[in-house]
C-alpha cells in the first residue's frame, strides 16, 4: 500500500534559496515517513458490517491491518520551478535514506 501527502509549497518564492528548499523538502520528509508510514489500521467504510472490508482492501490488508512501505510527496507543479524539481527530488531521497525501509517518491502535479 502506497500513502500520499499532497503539498502546496510556493517554491517559486524561495527559488533562489537553496538552503530554504533544502529545508523545506527535508522537513515535508520527515513529517511523510513520521505520519504516513508503518502499521495502519484500515478502517470498515460507512454502511459496511463489523469487520467487513472490500475484497480489494481485504486482500491488501488481512485483518484491516497494513503496513505502509510506500509513501508518495506530491507537490503542485505550478509552484515549482522546473529547474528546481531535480533538487528537491535529491533533497528528498537524502532526507529518505535515514529510513531505507520506507520508499520515498516525489512527484509534481
Known amino acids: 500500500m502506497t500513502a500520499v501527502s499532497n503539498k502546496r509549497r510556493d517554491f517559486n518564492s524561495i527559488a ?3 538552503g ?8 515535508d520528509v520527515r513529517e511523510l515517513i513520521s505520519k504516513y508510514s508503518g502499521p495502519v489500521e484500515i478502517h470498515r467504510p460507512p ?7 472490500p475484497p480489494r482492501i481485504s486482500a491488501a490488508a488481512p485483518g484491516g491491518q ?12 505550478s509552484l515549482v520551478p522546473v529547474g528546481l524539481q531535480q ?14 525501509n520506507i ?5 509534481f502535479f
Open 16 to 18: 533562489g534559496l537553496t
Open 87 to 100: 533538487r528537491i527530488r535529491d533533497q528528498a531521497a537524502a532526507a529518505a535514506r535515514a529510513h531505507p
Open 66 to 77: 497494513a503496513n505502509i512501505q510506500h509513501v508518495t510527496l506530491a507537490y503542485d507543479s
Open 47 to 53: 454502511g459496511a458490517g463489523p469487520g467487513q472490508l
Open 103 to 107: 520508499a520515498v517518491v516525489v512527484v
Open 20 to 27: 530554504l528548499v533544502d529545508d523545506t523538502v527535508r522537513g
